[in-house]
């Protein structure tokens, strides 16, 4: 399984990959939306974990990138805001498949990012050919 992480805080974004990597996740860490659209075009991910409020670019355009060149991947939100707080981010992001605090345990956020690695996107009933 392979997982991009799109995190401002560099710190934060190592913790969170080290926690994926002990569950056998290939994990690719960058800062910005730019850097975040770049490695999108040229490799393939099961499941993306995206900042919300990032510093530089949007990261409702790397989710609509990324559900137009992958549809397959699937996208976690982390927010240290209350901006979508009521469920609105999957009205914005139709890959979106939770939002998660950025407090979140680390272990816990590796469990999330884990399972929707792992788990195909629902479809609405669409057969997903393996």
Not at 43 to 57: M, N
Not at 62 to 77: W, Y
Request: aromatic share 6%; net charge negative; with cysteine.
């Amino acid at each position: 399984m392979r997982a991009l992480i799109v995190q401002r805080n560099e710190g934060l974004g190592r913790i969170w990959q080290r926690h994926l990597e002990r569950l056998g996740v290939v994990v690719t860490c960058v800062q910005t939306a730019e850097d975040a659209l770049q490695i999108v075009d040229s490799t393939a991910f099961d499941v993306i974990v995206l900042d919300l409020v990032l510093v530089e670019g949007s990261a409702l355009a790397v989710a609509d990138l990324v559900q137009f060149r992958q549809p397959h991947a699937n996208v976690v939100f982390v927010t240290d805001t209350t901006f979508f707080s009521d469920g609105s981010i999957f009205n914005h992001a139709g890959n979106a498949r939770a939002l998660v605090k950025t407090a979140t345990p680390p272990e816990d956020l590796a469990a999330i990012v884990h399972h929707y690695g792992i788990r195909p996107p629902d479809h609405a009933g669409r057969h997903n050919p393996v």
